[in-house]
């Protein structure tokens, strides 16, 4: 019954796109069954991902009763994307990049497994948290050259932007459906004596999550990889960083996205001070905040989706960029709950339509037989440095007000998106110029 409706609904589709084009613009990227594979198993690993922050935030928070507690176990998921991201790049230009995601969404799931079975018998301590998120963030980490990589593999040119806007909806728009799937719990974390408590049943959504990921994940039929010769992982990954810092307008690219996520995306670690100390909401505020930074996301990657002006995406990017900045002051010096969830509906805007659009300016720019060490670059660098301030933001959260840190280094952004604007290869970008960012490919 599984595999009919599976053949069925992927024939639907191919026969929709042919008949109706525009109507299933946002959409047209579901066509080819291995990225309707890919999406689904991003989908539902995401909002794992997501559910698990909350949900691991909050615990390590009552345990520890320091935000210092849960910016390090913050650092622990994040630091992974500095060290694992540059050998699987390189992996994922040398090795089928479907076998790849396979055994990551497996080692999650194992990961997820054994996180709930210590809750479950109260076995769980603050460092096991670390080290249980340094091997979930590994596996995560792991993901995104791989599947970066992957996408221009399975849908073409054309379906690029939607492809990954689609994508990318399951690392952002995520946020709302992981925290959502765990809200209910939330008030019986920590207060329950049952054998089975609202923590319990979150960590076992968590694995189910996990569990279909990986299922999805098999079904993926293409054997792409890229064309990276048998040299040793070091000279590999040394061609990644020298391709990456001889390509300026790559390079370019890359120092702004690493700014964008590291000013105004490294906040989740002060989320469980601000649910208790600014807006007395206790974990179900931790909870909405990171819905309503997914209800952001997901406005954003369905409206790109169907987006095809080439000038609009370029404006958009601009725009998306000056949001970023401007949605963290909000959010920063807010005490008031609905203020606060109004901020973050914008910061999840601004963070999603910026990083889409980047991510796909990127690989237009990546050639095939260099992109998975190029993402693995991307990600490494993007990835340090919201670990670093996720860290900085949770340490200093238990002297000063943290709101202080996340407007000031909005501030900081949007300034640097302002006094930049007019940077050659940034105002080819602003303006729309597809050919001329194409080229860059061949410099």
């Known amino acids: 019954m599984i595999i009919k409706f599976r053949i069925d609904f992927f024939h639907l589709i191919k026969l929709n796109n042919k008949t109706d084009n525009k109507n299933l613009s946002y959409f047209s990227s579901l066509a080819y069954p291995d990225f309707l594979r890919m999406w689904l198993a991003g989908l539902f690993a995401g909002s794992s991902h997501w559910a698990l922050i909350v949900v691991r935030g909050w615990v390590v928070y009552q345990i520890s009763d320091s935000s210092m507690y849960v910016g390090l176990v913050t650092f622990a998921a994040m630091i992974p994307m500095v060290l694992v991201n540059p050998f699987i790049g390189y992996l994922a230009d040398k090795f089928q990049r479907r076998r790849i995601l396979q055994l990551m969404f497996f080692i999650n799931f194992v990961h997820n497994?054994?996180?709930?079975?210590?809750?479950?018998?109260?076995?769980?301590?603050?460092?096991?948290?670390?080290?249980?998120?340094?091997?979930?963030?590994?596996?995560?980490?792991?993901?995104?050259?791989?599947?970066?990589?992957?996408v221009p593999n399975i849908v073409p040119k054309e379906n690029l932007l939607n492809?990954?806007?689609?994508?990318?909806?399951?690392?952002?728009?995520?946020?709302?459906?992981?925290?959502?799937?765990?809200?209910?719990?939330?008030?019986?974390?920590?207060?329950?004596?049952?054998?089975?408590?609202?923590?319990?049943?979150?960590?076992?959504?968590?694995?189910?999550f996990y569990a279909l990921s990986f299922i999805f994940s098999l079904m993926i039929k293409n054997k792409s990889t890229g064309k990276v010769s048998t040299e040793s992982f070091f000279v590999g990954f040394a061609e990644g960083i020298k391709y990456v810092h001889s390509n300026k307008p790559?390079?370019?690219?890359?120092?702004?996205?690493?700014?964008?996520?590291?000013?105004?995306?490294?906040?989740?670690?002060?989320?469980?001070?601000?649910?208790?100390?600014?807006?007395?909401?206790?974990?179900?505020?931790?909870s909405f905040l990171m819905m309503c930074v997914?209800?952001?996301?997901?406005?954003?990657?369905?409206?790109?989706a169907g987006t095809t002006n080439e000038r609009l995406k370029g404006k958009l990017?601009?725009?998306?960029?000056?949001?970023?900045?401007?949605?963290?002051?909000?959010?920063?010096l807010s005490t008031n709950l609905y203020i606060?969830?109004?901020?973050?509906?914008?910061?999840?805007?601004?963070?999603?339509?910026?990083?889409?659009?980047?991510?796909?300016?990127i690989q237009m720019m990546s050639p095939d037989y260099v992109r998975g060490?190029?993402?693995?670059?991307?990600?490494?660098?993007?990835?340090?440095?919201?670990?670093?301030?996720?860290?900085l933001n949770g340490l200093s959260a238990d002297f000063i007000d943290p709101g202080y840190s996340l407007a000031i280094q909005g501030i900081i952004f949007t300034l640097i998106v302002i006094i930049y604007r007019n940077q050659n290869v940034l105002s080819s970008?602003?303006?729309?110029?597809?050919?001329?960012?194409?080229?860059?490919?061949?410099?």
């Not at 076995?123 to 990589?149: C, K």
């Not at 590291?262 to 100390?277: G, I």
């Open 373 to 391: 060490r190029i993402a693995g670059v991307y990600a490494m660098y993007i990835g340090g440095s919201m670990a670093l301030f996720n860290f």
């Open 163 to 208: 492809a990954v806007a689609l994508n990318m909806s399951t690392v952002h728009a995520t946020r709302l459906l992981g925290p959502l799937a765990v809200a209910p719990f939330l008030s019986y974390i920590g207060s329950s004596e049952n054998s089975i408590n609202g923590t319990d049943l979150a960590f076992s959504i968590c694995t189910g």
């Open 250 to 286: 790559i390079l370019i690219i890359i120092g702004l996205t690493t700014l964008h996520c590291m000013l105004t995306m490294s906040f989740e670690s002060v989320l469980p001070y601000f649910s208790v100390n600014k807006l007395d909401g206790e974990g179900l505020a931790v």
């Open 429 to 443: 970008i602003y303006s729309g110029n597809t050919k001329e960012i194409t080229s860059y490919s061949k410099i």
């Open 340 to 361: 606060s969830l109004f901020a973050t509906v914008f910061m999840g805007m601004g963070q999603a339509g910026y990083m889409i659009i980047s991510h796909t300016i």
């Open 317 to 332: 990017f601009y725009y998306y960029a000056i949001l970023s900045g401007i949605a963290p002051i909000a959010l920063g």
């Open 294 to 304: 997914g209800i952001g996301a997901l406005i954003a990657s369905i409206f790109l």
């Open 113 to 150: 497994l054994g996180l709930a079975i210590l809750y479950f018998f109260d076995l769980i301590l603050a460092w096991h948290l670390v080290i249980l998120a340094f091997i979930q963030g590994s596996a995560r980490a792991a993901q995104m050259p791989s599947g970066q990589a992957l």
